[in-house]
């Protein structure tokens, strides 16, 4: 096996320690993000999604127009996006958090999360490698609409970078305004705190962009090009292991493994680090189903919350919008069956 230090290995795991940073600090979760507005009618953690990819949306516009990085929208493929976008969203609610929250509770020493996460690799790698690939192939195929020009796989079309730049920079002023300045105003931290206290909504909203932009750049180096992701890159672990060694752990895969590391480095260090088992066997049965329709769901919409919402969104890629939007239905489905329907 060769391995691309230079251009994957390094540089996946420097952007994978800081988003590990990020995520564990500002407690980021999209599930917790979808969630909470409907149980807790708590909005913060839905802010720092959206802050992020306005950010993301100026920042790619800015970059493809310069030429550092071409924007990379998914295919549309409507009947397994919106399948797999709902099958994921219920598999959150079920694993008790998404795939990044997942990725970075498993370095903060949640063994429920370790079986979620062994779960989507499983789930992932029996719908792109085993016993469901053909018939998953077969939903992208027959769903899949085919367009002469790329750029209609965007809402802006060939003026995309330019829709993006008006949406995102229109958005972050209303944001500002509105939201994150008054915020900056009562949810304060202070640089000797960054490491030790969690982070507020705003903060990680910005960071998360920001690292979102340098991912781009970092994986279009190593023959990626595409933002932040995460269950491709744990499937990529597991083939890898699966295939004896004989396919390569790319940029995406170090990547995730540096989440992991960032995570458990941070977590430790704020002294929040702890082997946590859940005591009641049957949750860890529901986080390891989860973890399994998070697998199948993602590989079936091609990519997860992560690969749709925070890195589809931005660049206004339908088919990660009809995901995204599925994902969220899903999420909202499976909290109500779970924490709300007695009520």
Not at 131 to 136: E, G
């Amino acid at each position: 096996m060769q391995i691309d230090i230079i251009n994957a290995l390094i540089p996946g795991l420097i952007v994978g320690i800081l988003f590990g940073l990020v995520l564990q600090r500002g407690r980021f979760c999209m599930y917790s993000a979808f969630r909470d507005p409907l149980m807790l009618k708590e909005y913060k953690l839905l802010w720092a999604v959206f802050l992020a990819i306005l950010i993301e949306m100026v920042g790619f516009a800015i970059m493809h127009y310069f030429g550092i990085i071409a924007l990379n929208p998914k295919p549309l493929v409507w009947g397994a996006q919106i399948l797999g976008g709902f099958i994921f969203g219920i598999g959150m609610g079920f694993a008790g958090g998404c795939a990044s929250g997942t990725t970075y509770r498993v370095g903060e020493g949640m063994m429920g999360s370790l079986v979620a996460l062994i779960g989507l690799a499983i789930g992932a790698y029996l719908a792109k490698f085993g016993v469901l690939a053909a018939w998953v192939a077969q939903l992208q195929t027959d769903t899949r609409i085919n367009f002469p020009d790329d750029t209609a796989l965007t809402l802006g079309g060939e003026y995309n970078w330019m829709l993006m730049l008006g949406i995102g920079i229109v958005g972050l002023a209303l944001m500002f305004w509105k939201l994150v300045l008054p915020a900056m105003k009562t949810e304060t931290i202070s640089i000797s705190e960054i490491f030790k206290k969690g982070w507020p909504w705003w903060l990680s909203g910005i960071v998360i962009g920001l690292i979102g932009m340098i991912a781009f750049v970092s994986s279009a180096a190593a023959g990626r090009n595409y933002p932040l992701g995460i269950t491709a890159g744990w499937l990529g672990i597991l083939n890898f292991f699966v295939t004896g060694g004989t396919t390569t752990i790319g940029w995406l895969s170090w990547m995730v493994i540096g989440i992991v590391i960032g995570a458990l480095i941070f977590s430790f260090y704020a002294g929040e680090w702890k082997i946590r088992i859940p005591k009641d066997p049957k949750k860890i049965v529901l986080q390891f189903i989860g973890g399994l329709m998070m697998g199948t769901g993602a590989v079936m919409a091609m990519g997860c919350n992560i690969g749709n919402i925070l890195s589809g969104w931005p660049q206004l890629s339908v088919g990660s919008i009809v995901t995204g939007v599925f994902i969220i239905l899903g999420a909202w489905v499976i909290t109500y069956i779970l924490f709300m329907r007695d009520e």
